[in-house]
């Protein structure tokens, strides 16, 4: 078991840095000039070239590169705003609670209504309380989360006054910016949840459970829910990358000072640092998510461990 989640752990190495080279690769080779929109139109030639020289863009790919990764991976330094000129990392680390609380909100919703409507779905197969799970979970699916987040503050905010419309502050500036990005994670947690489990509660052991005269729900909770679990726990692996990912539209709605929102900022300002910085950060959140997976894997399903202590004793053997 330590050998499969030392492996994991090693495997984040190579992505992380993989998804470093490619984002500063992108942002290397987009067009347009970050000077120009620094320093304005009015800029004088001399002036570009005084500033691009101070800011190390007239190095080669090579070298930029080198001096980054080196920045991140010796000091983890992952430079200054050219725009705020202020460092790139103090402004992540203030801003990431705020965006992993969105996420971790959003995940609890995923899993809390999620799995018992794609539960209900699959027990009452082709009843209505399937029909009335699939249609919300298809509208989930359809509907993309920035227009369900304009929805709901033209009708809670505007229309009912019950919610805040944007800005930071208690729980209650959450529930709105959450609903909108957990809404289509929770359609396809529902869906897959409904698909494992009718797999499952159609096998030849669940029928002889019943046969035994077993109680549905232990049926349910205690044979067919544990062997249905992987790819549930799959999609909700996924499911927090999406929510990650959401955020960088969720948060400008809403005007949340969160790592996506200064994601767009950087975007729309051309500085590079802040891109590819937040780029990282949510790929370095997305990854550890995934080992987490990973290990529930591990705990969940018995092959796993199988695997590595049959591998085990056959080097001792040997």
Same mark, same amino acid.
């Given at each position: 078991?330590?050998?499969?989640?030392?492996?994991?752990?090693?495997?984040?190495?190579?992505?992380?840095?993989?998804?470093?080279?490619?984002?500063?690769?992108?942002?290397?080779?987009?067009?347009?000039?970050?000077?120009?929109?620094?320093?304005?139109?009015?800029?004088?030639?001399?002036?570009?070239?005084?500033?691009?020289?101070?800011?190390?863009?007239?190095?080669?790919?090579?070298?930029?590169?080198?001096?980054?990764?080196?920045?991140?991976?010796?000091?983890?330094?992952?430079?200054?705003?050219?725009?705020?000129?202020?460092?790139?990392?103090?402004?992540?680390?203030?801003?990431?609670?705020?965006?992993?609380?969105?996420?971790?909100?959003? *995940? &609890?919703?995923?899993?809390?209504?999620?799995?018992? $409507?794609?539960?209900?779905?699959? /027990?009452?197969? +082709? !009843?209505? @309380?399937?029909?009335?799970?699939?249609?919300?979970?298809?509208?989930?699916?359809?509907?993309?989360?920035?227009?369900?987040?304009?929805?709901?503050?033209?009708?809670?905010?505007?229309?009912?006054?019950?919610?805040?419309?944007?800005?930071?502050?208690?729980?209650?500036?959450?529930?709105?910016?959450?609903?909108?990005?957990?809404?289509?994670?929770?359609?396809?947690?529902?869906?897959?949840?409904?698909?494992?489990?009718?797999?499952?509660?159609?096998?030849?052991?669940?029928?002889?459970?019943?046969?035994?005269?077993?109680?549905?729900?232990? *049926? &349910?909770?205690?044979?067919?829910?544990?062997?249905? $679990?992987?790819?549930?726990?799959? /999609?909700?692996? +996924? !499911?927090? @990358?999406?929510?990650?990912?959401?955020?960088?539209?969720?948060?400008?709605?809403?005007?949340?000072?969160?790592?996506?929102?200064?994601?767009?900022?950087?975007?729309?300002?051309?500085?590079?640092?802040?891109?590819?910085?937040?780029?990282?950060?949510?790929?370095?959140?997305?990854?550890?998510?995934?080992?987490?997976?990973?290990?529930?894997?591990?705990?969940?399903?018995?092959?796993?461990?199988?695997?590595?202590?049959?591998?085990?004793?056959?080097?001792?053997?040997?």
């Amino acid at each position: 078991m330590g050998r499969y989640i030392l492996k994991r752990i090693f495997w984040l190495i190579p992505v992380v840095l993989g998804v470093t080279i490619l984002i500063f690769t992108i942002m290397y080779f987009i067009p347009g000039d970050p000077v120009k929109m620094m320093l304005g139109p009015d800029s004088t030639a001399e002036q570009m070239d005084a500033k691009r020289q101070d800011l190390g863009l007239d190095d080669p790919y090579l070298v930029r590169l080198g001096k980054f990764v080196g920045g991140i991976v010796l000091h983890f330094d992952f430079g200054e705003s050219w725009v705020y000129h202020t460092p790139v990392t103090t402004e992540l680390m203030h801003r990431l609670p705020r965006t992993l609380t969105i996420a971790v909100i959003c *995940i &609890l919703m995923q899993i809390i209504i999620g799995i018992p $409507l794609g539960i209900i779905a699959a /027990v009452n197969h +082709n !009843g209505w @309380g399937d029909r009335i799970s699939m249609f919300i979970a298809l509208f989930g699916i359809s509907m993309p989360n920035f227009w369900i987040a304009l929805m709901l503050v033209l009708f809670f905010s505007l229309k009912l006054g019950w919610l805040p419309p944007y800005g930071i502050g208690g729980l209650e500036y959450y529930i709105l910016p959450c609903i909108a990005n957990a809404f289509p994670c929770i359609a396809t947690q529902a869906r897959q949840t409904r698909s494992s489990m009718l797999e499952v509660i159609r096998s030849d052991y669940i029928t002889t459970a019943r046969a035994k005269g077993m109680s549905e729900m232990r *049926i &349910l909770l205690k044979h067919a829910l544990p062997n249905a $679990l992987l790819p549930v726990i799959t /999609v909700i692996g +996924n !499911g927090m @990358g999406m929510m990650l990912a959401g955020t960088v539209v969720i948060e400008s709605i809403f005007s949340i000072p969160g790592v996506g929102m200064y994601l767009v900022g950087g975007i729309n300002t051309r500085d590079y640092n802040i891109v590819q910085s937040s780029v990282i950060f949510l790929a370095l959140a997305f990854t550890l998510v995934m080992l987490l997976v990973d290990l529930a894997y591990a705990f969940i399903d018995p092959r796993i461990k199988g695997q590595f202590a049959g591998t085990k004793r056959r080097k001792q053997n040997a």
